[in-house]
């Protein structure tokens, strides 16, 4: 029998969820650690770890990537945040891949509420950075050098992802708003909403776009990651 437009939507979404399966999306924190938010989301327990419904996640998920997709249309930012190690590579990869700026590592204070200091330590970066590409760095002294290049070191650290960040974002989007508190704090001072990967031991009432899954491995994070990037491939193509 043909499949109607019902029952392949119905596949689309067993197939998201299977893939969310495999990459272990399901597996919460003990209840113990459980925010009370987060209760209507919890499916049951297994081996003391409580398991995420990952048909809510499916829902959360496709939400969160249809502001995605707008937002990309309309030529806004996204900043991807994820100092977990769990999530630096791949926050780095995907906000690459989509030319946005990220912070893969410790977030620094005042990013957001203090932009225009952001801004500045930026185009210091920038400017080091070329003049050592251009030679221009041989008329100071061997041991000035050697600071310039320190201070290039740290700069690229704390500032690389942000180079091409040239105003406010419209969204954040990070890995483990409990982790990323300090950023999602800014943003909300700011008004910018968030978008976040959230486990069980998040408040998602703080969250505009939460998105219920595990949060503390590298293959789910992986997974829910690339989609948020890819919503954003597809938005931009619209634009």
């Known amino acids: 029998m043909p499949a109607t437009k019902e029952t392949s939507k119905k596949t689309g979404v067993e197939a ?5 399966f495999k990459a272990g999306a399901h597996f919460g924190f003990s209840r113990s650690r459980r925010h009370p938010s987060f209760s209507p989301i ?4 297994k081996n003391r770890v409580e398991i995420i419904d990952l048909e809510q996640t499916s829902a959360h998920l496709d939400i ?5 997709k707008k937002l990309a249309a309309e030529g806004k930012t996204l900043l991807f945040v994820g100092g977990k190690n769990e999530a630096k590579e791949a926050i780095k990869k995907a906000a690459q891949s989509v030319d946005m700026p990220y912070v893969a590592g410790r ?3 005042g990013t957001i509420t203090n932009f225009d200091e952001i801004k500045k ?13 251009r030679g221009e760095l041989g008329k100071y002294t061997k041991k000035e050098r050697l600071l310039i290049d320190r201070e290039i070191d740290k700069l690229t650290l704390f500032f690389s ?3 091409n960040l040239t105003a406010m974002p419209a969204a954040v989007f990070v890995v483990d708003a409990r982790h990323e508190e300090i950023a999602v704090k800014e943003a909300h001072s700011a008004g910018i909403p968030v978008i976040s990967l959230s486990n069980t031991d998040n408040n998602i009432k703080e969250i505009e776009y939460p998105i219920a899954c595990n949060d503390a491995s590298v293959s789910s994070v992986a997974y829910f990651v690339d989609q ?12």
């Open 64 to 68: 969160a990537k249809e502001f995605v």
């Open 107 to 109: 977030w620094i204070g």
């Open 42 to 45: 919890v499916f049951g327990v």
């Open 161 to 163: 992802g942000l180079v």
């Open 121 to 133: 330590r930026v185009a210091k970066l920038q400017e080091l950075t070329m003049q050592k590409e």
């Open 228 to 239: 948020i990037a890819q919503a954003y491939k597809e938005g931009k193509a619209l634009k």
């Open 16 to 20: 998201s969820i299977e893939a969310m």
